[in-house]
């Protein structure tokens, strides 16, 4: 079984490969990875996220939008556009709560970035909705300010791994043995990496070094937008401040965390992704020029936009089976134990304006 599930991943033993090659082979290979062959999402899938638990967190979202819409000055041409927007649950509410504002609803073109097709069609199948446009770059995006989100999109794009020996660099491969067992080794990074890591003081000290090479090759032409149009990049992912040299990845089957020698028996059955290295993100927005606002928690954002007060008025039109299944959708977004302290909110923007929403 193994054997089977390498060939046609394209993995073979005459080759090692980087972790994040490796990872983003079993995610994405073209009509066979885990994100092109089935629906990751919900009861039924492997994880559960936000906008899939609570209608709530997407209308946050969407009323998050509206005041930064406000803030940067009413622009009659307003883009918003969804990084990897899972089913579409988020994009669907936000297009619900846009029409209570008509003069942003008027302005306002949305976007989808979507990789997969097989995704893209359960988009489309989620949100009926023709001034939508699914996009592969951003290159039709030539007017006015543009906002990138992203929930849970930065942890699913895979990241390289390094061991720092004697202060020299060792990259992690995965290799295939005997045609069916794959094996962990460290072979010396290559100088191009090595450069780029050490301009990173956040890296700086730490044994083992976890850098999203491919993230930050993901982020590059967004924030050359943002540069261009101004505008900003909003992204909620589970993540860490402190760094603690450890290895982050992990993987989900069926709404459980399994090891990695059970991800390793599972390829494409099993969602990998890694913890986000929030602090290493802000330093890389800095250092492209733009402005970064303190790093909160999901708890802190969600309540700072009112989420507790939406809950309230909307508990009052429930029933009493409603009203038990909202507090315990609110519970799993905001209770420190589980996703209130997990993930973390940024937002890099570029605009006159720093006042924005969900941070102070």
Do not use: C
């Amino acid at each position: 079984m193994m054997k089977l599930s390498l060939k046609k991943f394209k993995i073979t033993s005459k080759k090692p490969l980087p972790v994040d090659d490796f990872i983003e082979k079993i995610l994405y290979e073209p009509k066979v990875g885990y994100y092109f062959s089935k629906d990751p999402f919900g009861k039924n899938g492997d994880f559960i996220t936000s906008p899939v638990i609570s209608n709530l967190f997407s209308e946050i979202v969407g009323i998050w939008l509206v005041s930064t819409w406000e803030k940067i000055g009413k622009p009659k041409i307003f883009n918003f556009v969804e990084l990897g927007p899972g089913d579409g649950s988020l994009t669907k509410v936000i297009i619900s709560t846009l029409k209570k504002f008509p003069e942003l609803n008027k302005a306002i073109k949305i976007y989808l970035y979507e990789k997969s097709v097989f995704l893209k069609k359960l988009q489309k199948q989620n949100i009926d909705n023709k001034r939508i446009k699914w996009i592969k770059n951003f290159s039709s995006i030539k007017k006015g300010p543009v906002i990138f989100f992203g929930n849970e999109f930065f942890d699913a794009i895979p990241i390289k791994q390094f061991s720092n020996i004697n202060n020299e660099l060792f990259e992690k491969y995965y290799s295939v043995k005997n045609k069916i067992n794959i094996v962990e080794k460290f072979i010396k990074s290559h100088k191009k990496d090595m450069t780029q890591i050490k301009k990173f003081e956040t890296l700086k000290k730490l044994k083992f070094i976890e850098f999203p090479k491919k993230g930050f090759l993901e982020l590059n032409p967004i924030i050359k937008k943002i540069n261009k149009l101004s505008g900003g990049i909003l992204l909620i992912d589970y993540g860490y401040l402190n760094e603690n040299n450890s290895n982050t990845i992990q993987a989900v089957m069926d709404n459980k965390k399994i090891s990695t020698e059970t991800m390793l028996k599972n390829l494409g059955k099993a969602d990998i992704t890694s913890l986000v290295n929030f602090n290493l993100l802000k330093e890389y927005f800095l250092k492209n020029k733009l402005k970064v606002k303190k790093i909160v928690t999901q708890r802190f954002f969600l309540e700072r936009m009112g989420i507790i007060e939406r809950a309230q008025i909307l508990n009052k039109k429930k029933t009493n089976t409603e009203q038990i299944y909202m507090r315990e959708t609110l519970s799993r977004l905001l209770d420190e134990k589980q996703m209130g302290n997990l993930f973390k909110v940024i937002f890099g923007y570029k605009n006159k304006k720093n006042d924005f929403f969900g941070f102070d």
